[in-house]
């Protein structure tokens, strides 16, 4: 078993890696890095536009977005991808490329869940924040740009880490779409062996692994420093542990 896995990263491991390239088109590893980095950098400015749009006052804004974000992440993801491949080229009367399909179906899906963790944040915040920046002459839109989105998107950081996490894990459903990703690679080794799918799936399974094991760990790293930040220097609270006793002293 452990032979067969090596034997098999040792003959396919550039197939793995980058797909056909550069006698094809680039997959493998790489275009599953590609789609899930476009995916979360496009799909972060998105869920911003939602997010503040949901908070609106405006009820012809904040209706229609809501129930866009409640529609798309009420419907599994598998869905999106096939409407949005039967659909797309139906309307534009074009031949869309099946990785241009996968990356505007996760943003908008990602953008939804995304925006809901933007809304927390910004409601976290409290209106004290957005009624000090008013104060200040700060329009709402002004306000937003400078006072509260740069602390709300701090506090989201490790969200966002996750949520990049889960778009690397959707990817994988690319390949009923024939996107040159990772899984498609894998499918090709097993197609070529046909006698060692569970080597080939072990391998896919591993990569996939290590690869959100390590994004996890340092969305964990990364909150702990917030959370350090947060409570503020030590020596300010071991003053304040000090007072006390100093305090309960003086009263003996």
């Known amino acids: 078993m452990i032979q067969d896995v090596i034997n098999i990263i040792h003959d396919y491991w550039l197939l793995l890696l980058i797909g056909q390239y550069p006698n094809g088109p680039l997959g493998g590893l790489a275009n599953t890095l590609i789609l899930s980095a476009l995916a979360i950098a496009l799909a972060f400015p998105v869920s911003i536009l939602l997010a503040m749009a949901r908070l609106s006052k405006w009820a012809v804004l904040r209706w229609p977005v809501t129930g866009l974000v409640y529609i798309t992440r009420g419907v599994p993801l ?5 409407w949005s491949y039967f659909l797309v080229p139906l309307w534009t009367g074009a031949d869309v490329p099946s990785f241009l399909i996968m990356l505007v179906t996760l943003v908008i899906y990602e953008g939804a869940f995304l925006s809901e963790v933007v809304r927390a944040g910004i409601v976290s915040l409290g209106q004290g924040q957005m009624d000090a920046a008013r104060a200040l002459g700060h329009s709402y839109i002004g306000a937003m740009r400078f006072v509260i989105l740069p602390q709300a998107l701090y506090n989201m950081i490790p969200s966002m880490i996750s949520t990049f996490v889960s778009t690397i894990k959707d990817t994988t459903l690319g390949y009923v779409i024939n996107v040159p990703d990772l899984t498609f690679a894998a499918s090709q080794v097993n197609n070529q062996l046909l006698s060692q799918p569970f080597q080939v ?16 760990q340092i969305a964990n790293s990364v909150e702990k420093r917030i959370t350090r930040r947060r409570a503020g220097p030590s020596k300010a609270r071991l003053r304040t542990d000090v007072v006390p006793l100093k305090t309960f002293r003086e009263q003996l």
């Open 78 to 82: 598998l869905m999106l991808i096939l």
């Open 201 to 216: 799936f072990f391998i896919l399974a591993a990569v996939y692994y290590l690869l959100c094991w390590s994004l996890t």
